[in-house]
């Protein structure tokens, strides 16, 4: 097996990716910093909209070559830059899907002056019209009570009754919260029944998945969970140690259990550990208290988890200068 298969490279996905040989990869699945400002222990997601639209430009340039012709890309990015990133892609492959991930985000006051972000933007694009896709895969069975109410004898032997339907292009799939068995000490962990639906829908059993943007992993451990191989890159040091951790374990821990919420008794803000630093009734560590929630991850719509887009806000006016 080649030196460069399902190994994890802690380095700069830009230099990194000269390892991997042209038109070795089935899928390329990923998540790169979506320019919100999150501090992922580098400045990747702190650039100006040129630099990092540039920088956008250049990883995909480097990054489409290593595609066989019946490959696929998903791109999980956020309304703010979608658009200009889905034009670049456009001139270069087909866009077959913008999947839209609800993050099954709750409403709890926040915004005022726009409308809650609470869904990422995924592109989904093919390089050729004979492109690797199995809906069968991925297809989610009707309920009981679904299957009863169609079981006159005109549906009878329906395959599609059988088989089940597909996802559509909505996936309403909530966001890790801490209490979730498998979210580690990552900001924007994806949720592994994501990237598992991506993956046997489009890179065989067997094939390779590359991400240059691994985080803590979740694609290279979905791919090991599943039968399929993996490359990918990481530039944060404690990313790449996680990422170990969690490929040497990749089965999901079983449910954790919810800490207890005692009533009258103050919070200590996570991170702030010693300090003592009490929350407040009404604040948001008040809240997380209340929720089980870690107040690291909260953006500034009042209720928020591991989520790149509410930072949106905050970032929006302070980089941008006019929120949108
Ligand atoms: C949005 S996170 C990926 C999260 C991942 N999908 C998960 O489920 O954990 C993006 C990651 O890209 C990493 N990164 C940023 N610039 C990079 C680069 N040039 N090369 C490799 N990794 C980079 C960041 O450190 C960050 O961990």
Known sequence: MSDWVDQVFCEDALAGLARIPDKSIDLILTDPPYNLGKDYGNDSDQLSVEAYLAWTESWIDR???????????YLFLTWRHAPEIFVMLKKRMTMMNEIIWDRRVPSMGGSVRSFSSVHDTIGFFVKRKDYYFDLDAVRIPYDAATKKARSRSIFVGAKWLEVGYNPKDMWSVSRLHREHAERVDHPTQKPLEIIERMLKASCPPGGTVLDPFMGSGT???????????????ELNPAYCALIAQRLAAPEVPVKKRAAPRKKNKVAVIPGTAGTDFPAKAGTHAEVDRTLGMDSRFRGNDGFNGNDSSVDNESHALTTQGTPS
């Not at 990054?63 to 890309?73: F, I, R, T, Y």
């Not at 791919?223 to 490359?231: C, D, F, S």
Request: no cysteine; net charge positive.
């Open 219 to 233: 694609t290279a451990v979905a791919a090991k969970r599943l039968g399929r191989h993996y490359a990918g890159f």
């Open 63 to 73: 990054a489409l070559p290593k595609l066989k012709d019946n490959g696929s890309l």
